[in-house]
């Protein structure tokens, strides 16, 4: 499966920006697909992940509250609606999927992801 990320950008501190993620090729497989972000010199973290049904969500606890994963496998193309965004919130975002087995973990390593988008920039000044 491919995977394009898009959405990011330049927003002040307090604002809100939607990311999306769309799937190409092999969608005829269930995926669990998660986001992930990488600010300069850190390591890539994780950020949100959801199931395959959408049933089972699971967030960075620096994130609750302010961001919502979602997907929509008619168009194969998940979602991530970022609010109350915040400056350390700055970093490229990765999406990033796996076949579900059915599980009802939620993966949320970067080594458990099989597939990844090509990252989109989300800037947020102060």
Do not use: H
Not at 28 to 39: E, K, N
Not at 74 to 84: D, E, G, P
Not at 92 to 98: G, T
């Amino acid at each position: 499966v491919q995977l394009q990320a898009s959405g990011g950008g330049l927003v002040q501190a307090g604002g809100s920006l939607r990311l999306s993620c769309a799937a190409s090729g092999r969608t005829d497989i269930a995926y669990q697909m998660g986001w992930f972000r990488q600010a300069p010199g850190m390591e890539r973290e994780f950020v949100a992940a959801i199931t395959w049904s959408g049933r089972g969500t699971a967030y960075r606890d620096s994130v609750k509250g302010r961001f919502t994963i979602s997907r929509d496998n008619a168009k194969n193309t998940m979602y991530l609606q970022m609010s109350s965004l915040k400056p350390e919130d700055t970093a490229v975002y990765y999406c990033a999927a796996r076949p579900d087995s059915g599980s009802i973990v939620i993966v949320t390593t970067t080594s458990g992801f099989n597939y990844w988008g090509q990252g989109t920039l989300v800037t947020v000044s102060s």
